[in-house]
């Protein structure tokens, strides 16, 4: 085999009965030499599957086609592996905690700040790094790359190539500025949120559409000297500011009912769903669009109750 695979523990601590929390690398790597090297991380959100499936397609597709590879792809896919265990958002330690507010980390701190130190040095140096999300089991998203005002001039003609339905920006705020991707931007790497659907049927679909876009960036990179997609063509939508996106939440509780109405483009007064009340056999509320624009997130079929998010639109003139 023409390239190199090896599966590299970062970072580990001892934990009690004989468990250990260990957050592991596997590297795939030209025998020449790399021109380039390209991270993707997952499952720091425990509950979020999508990047799972679309480490293993990546790998897949490299070992099907290992002359191809002419850089170094990392895959991080367990960034959180007591919560991917028990399906939960957080790393499940005394208070739960949130391992994306956790970075830059440091060297002498708790066992996860030692951690999340490590995995970021691990990473630093690297031409890009993709951090990979996904939607909750209540919200579908369009496939989207998230970056934040302060790198957007810079990052966003490099999120083309991974051909996304949608580029947003976040504005700056606090929590975005202790996740992984912020402090690899700080310390000088390129980084880039990817958000995936969380959609449990045909999982298949929606990670194949996202790695033919990582495979067309890794071409881009000159990583991959395989076939990959084309460069999308047309504009990418792309949400700057808050005033650009419309987010609607319902009034009155009870079971959702949405419409399918994710990557369509609504006009103000459609409907986008309908909240029911099966006992008395009524409508509660039919949730309309306020503004006409793109659906990118929309709320599953699930209980809400007053102020539930529905959807986000991203406004455009009709
Ligand atoms: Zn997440």
Redesign the pocket.
């Known amino acids: 085999m023409p390239i190199r695979k090896e599966i590299t523990t970062v970072a580990s601590a001892a934990m009690p009965f004989e468990e250990d929390w260990a957050l592991r690398r596997c590297r795939y790597a030209p025998e020449q030499a790399p021109v380039g090297r390209l991270c993707i991380a997952a499952g ?2 425990g509950d ?1 599957m999508m990047g799972q499936l679309i480490c293993y397609e990546i790998a897949a597709r490299i070992l099907q086609e290992p002359d191809s590879l002419a850089g170094i792809v990392d895959l991080y896919p367990i960034l959180n592996p007591m919560g991917l265990d028990q399906g939960r ?1 957080r790393v499940p330690v005394g208070t739960p905690i949130d391992m ?1 507010f956790c970075f830059p980390g440091r060297p002498d701190g708790t066992t996860l700040e030692v951690l999340c130190h490590a995995l970021l040095h691990d990473m630093l140096g690297a031409d890009l790094v993709l951090d990979v ?2 939607s909750t089991q209540y919200k579908s998203e369009l496939y989207e790359i998230r970056t934040n005002e302060a790198d957007a001039e810079r990052l966003i003609p490099k999120a083309r190539a991974l051909c996304p339905d949608l580029i947003w920006v976040y504005p700056e705020h606090a929590a975005y500025g202790r996740s992984l991707t912020s402090a690899l931007c700080s310390a000088g790497t390129d980084a880039l949120i990817v ?1 995936a659907d969380e959609r449990r049927r045909k999982p298949q679909e929606i990670a194949g559409g996202i790695v033919s876009g990582v495979f067309c960036k890794m071409r881009e990179m000159g990583l991959w000297r395989g076939a990959a997609r084309e460069m999308p063509q047309g504009e990418i939508p792309i949400v700057r500011t808050r005033e650009e996106i419309c987010r609607v939440t319902c009034e009155a509780p009870g079971v959702y009912v949405p419409e399918d109405r994710i990557g369509q483009r609504v006009r103000e007064g459609e409907i986008l769903g309908s909240v029911i009340d099966a006992l008395r056999g009524e409508v509660r509320e039919a949730v309309l669009a306020p503004a006409s624009g793109l659906v990118f997130s929309q709320r599953s079929y699930s209980a809400v109750y007053p102020g539930t998010l529905i959807a986000r639109i991203r406004k455009e003139p009709v």
């Open positions: 720091i959100h979020e958002r994306n999300h996904a958000e």
